[in-house]
């Protein structure tokens, strides 16, 4: 797995910042399934004007794929007379109208004990913009007033040990996030097999993309995707209905090419539900055993809300 990259964001230009500080404490501090990236441009994005696109300034648009192609953002930002710094929100403004932060895990790192109404600002306006503010990963570190500077914050036993706590929670967070965003479950939406896996990954917080067979069909790409990552022997459902109704001749003499010819022309007779993880598919759904528990070891950690709406 390669490894998961994060772009971390100091809210001050200050030469001396205490916020950029602790951030370069965090890239020493990255164990090696994580690439911290230091973002050092904040102060070349021009004043937020709604008039004009991110393509206008090549400041923006560098900090636009920036945040895009990470896996996860940090933030350190002051806290000045009780608000954001203007330098950071003013960034965030700019990526207000764009898809940059939609769905973006986000650490939000406070070095101040004192500063809670600029950290729950920040925690507000990245919620609104859809970003995953990742609970787990969003600390509060006593850095101010401690004259730590970033060597001493790497250093410094309690602190470097709760940024290493931070880093490994963003990053289970974060393939935890990536991994449901890559499920889909397939199957006839009807079927009572079907609508139990449904309540089960709502009930646990598992985002996916619901696969009807019956109203999004079923192309032979689709079909080879499941042989290739499963067994044909296991899709074949020869316990359903759509089984009993075929012919001897069609029942016997199977092959995985004689299966998948029947199944593309009878998708009723593939187990149901199919579900998608990415690396694997799980084929059929039992209540018995924590229903998709074992599967899906992630299952209930992450604190996303669940986005599938849709009433069984
Ligand atoms: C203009 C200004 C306003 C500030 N207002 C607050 C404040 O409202 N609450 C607070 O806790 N600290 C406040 N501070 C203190 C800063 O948060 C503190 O100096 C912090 O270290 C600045 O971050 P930096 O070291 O990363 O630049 C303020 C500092 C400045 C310069």
Redesign the pocket.
């Known amino acids: 797995m390669p490894p998961v990259r994060l772009l971390a964001i ?3 230009l ?1 030469a ?5 500080a602790l951030l370069r404490a965090v890239v020493a501090l990255a164990p090696s399934n994580v690439c911290v990236e230091l973002y050092t441009g904040l102060g070349n994005l021009p004043l937020f004007n709604p008039d004009l696109e991110i393509t206008d300034s090549p400041a923006v648009a560098d900090f636009y794929a920036r945040v895009l192609k990470a896996d996860g953002v940090i933030i ?1 930002s ?6 954001v710094t203007g330098v950071m929100k003013n960034a965030l403004d700019w990526m207000v109208g764009c898809e940059a932060f939609v769905n973006k895990p986000v650490a939000l790192l406070n ?2 004990p ?2 809670t ?2 950290q729950a600002s920040l925690k507000e306006t990245l919620t609104v913009m859809s970003a995953q503010v990742v609970e787990t990963a969003s600390i509060t570190l006593p850095i ?1 007033g401690s004259n730590l500077d970033e060597s001493g914050i790497a250093a410094h036993p309690s602190i470097s040990k709760s940024i290493r706590a931070m880093l490994r929670n963003f990053h289970m967070e974060i393939v935890n996030l990536q991994n449901q965003q890559n499920h889909t479950l397939y199957g006839i939406k009807n079927c009572d097999t079907v609508k139990k896996a449904r309540i089960w990954l709502d009930q646990n917080g598992i985002s996916y993309r619901f696969h009807d067979f019956r109203t999004d069909g079923l192309t032979p790409e689709l079909l080879q995707h499941f042989v290739d990552h499963s067994d044909w022997t296991k899709l074949l459902n020869r316990s359903s209905t759509s089984w009993r109704q075929l012919s001897a001749e069609q029942q016997s003499d199977l092959t995985q090419e004689k299966a998948m010819q029947l199944m593309l022309t009878i998708p009723t007779l593939i187990k149901r539900p199919v579900l998608d993880i990415g690396n694997k598919l799980i084929i059929g759904y039992t209540a018995k055993d924590g229903g998709y528990a074992a599967s899906l070891p992630g299952a209930g950690a992450a604190k996303t809300e669940n986005k599938h709406t849709e009433l069984l």
């Open positions: 100091s809210g001050s200050r001396a910042s205490l916020n950029s350190a002051p806290e000045y007379a009780h608000g070095a101040s004192r500063a109404l600029a101010i």
